[in-house]
T-cell receptor
Framework: KAGVTQTPRYLIKTRGQQVTLSCSPI?????VSWYQQTPGQGLQFLFE???????NKGNFPGRFSGRQFSNSRSEMNVSTLELGDSALYLC???????????FGPGTRLTVL | DQQVKQNSPSLSVQEGRISILNCDYT??????FLWYKKYPAEGPTFLIS?????DKNEDGRFTVFLNKSAKHLSLHIVPSQPGDSAVYFC????????????FGAGTTVTVRA
């Protein structure tokens, strides 16, 4: 069974631009969570989607948004990029959100 | 506000010896704890978990110990193998298997041959 896939794997943007990252969950999984990983901070929860609905959101500014499609694929968008947004963005999927999460390889975003 | 802390950023251990990774948390509402392992260029993979009703959970070479009163948990790997070289993340949630996990900053383990 294919794992969680994320595209693109690497991205370079400049300050002020916006970016969209994509996550395809494991087939049959309906919950997708997003995390930001920065050095020294570990993974920080961004938000979670289940059946196209955002169920919870972490402590991130409104510039960070996301959505989920009917096929459970999810996208996250960051507008007006700042240097501090440079990070590894990971998504994880699970069947319902109340079971083991499986992570994708991440998208490495660099903001110049 | 880091609710889960891994104060040792790195650990070097000889092959065959025990690796002990530590994790502290501040949120008394945390009820479920997990360890994830991450290789470079890959996402974290689930390793082992423990519920707050237990103080120990074992899975093969991996054992997690929980001390609720001290808000401390540890992961023991015995014996350590070269393939165990990775970054280990401690995570916690307020309910079992919750999608909203709070992670520590990670400990990089290097197993020397």
């Amino acid at each position: 069974k294919a794992g969680v896939t994320q595209t693109p794997r690497y991205l370079i943007k400049t300050r002020g631009q916006q970016v969209t990252l994509s996550c395809s969950p494991i087939s049959g999984h309906r919950s997708v969570s997003w995390y930001q990983q920065t050095p020294g901070q570990g993974l920080q929860f961004l938000f979670e989607y289940f059946s196209e609905t955002q169920r919870n959101k972490g402590n991130f500014p409104g510039r960070f948004s996301g959505r989920q499609f009917s096929n459970s694929r999810s996208e996250m968008n960051v507008s007006t990029l700042e240097l501090g947004d440079s990070a590894l963005y990971l998504c994880a999927s699970s069947l319902s959100g109340t079971d083991t999460q499986y992570f994708g390889p991440g998208t490495r975003l660099t903001v110049l | 506000d880091q609710q889960v802390k891994q104060n040792s950023p790195s650990l070097s251990v000889q092959e065959g010896r025990i690796s002990i990774l530590n994790c502290d948390y501040t949120n008394s509402m945390f009820d479920y704890f997990l360890w994830y392992k991450k290789y470079p260029a890959e996402g974290p993979t689930f390793l082992i978990s423990i519920s707050s009703i237990k103080d120990k959970n074992e899975d093969g070479r991996f054992t997690v110990f929980l001390n609720k009163s001290a808000k401390h948990l540890s992961l023991h790997i015995v014996p350590s193998q070269p393939g165990d070289s990775a970054v280990y993340f401690c995570a916690a949630s307020e309910v079992p298997n919750d999608y909203k996990l709070s992670f520590g900053a990670g400990t990089t383990v290097t197993v020397r041959a």
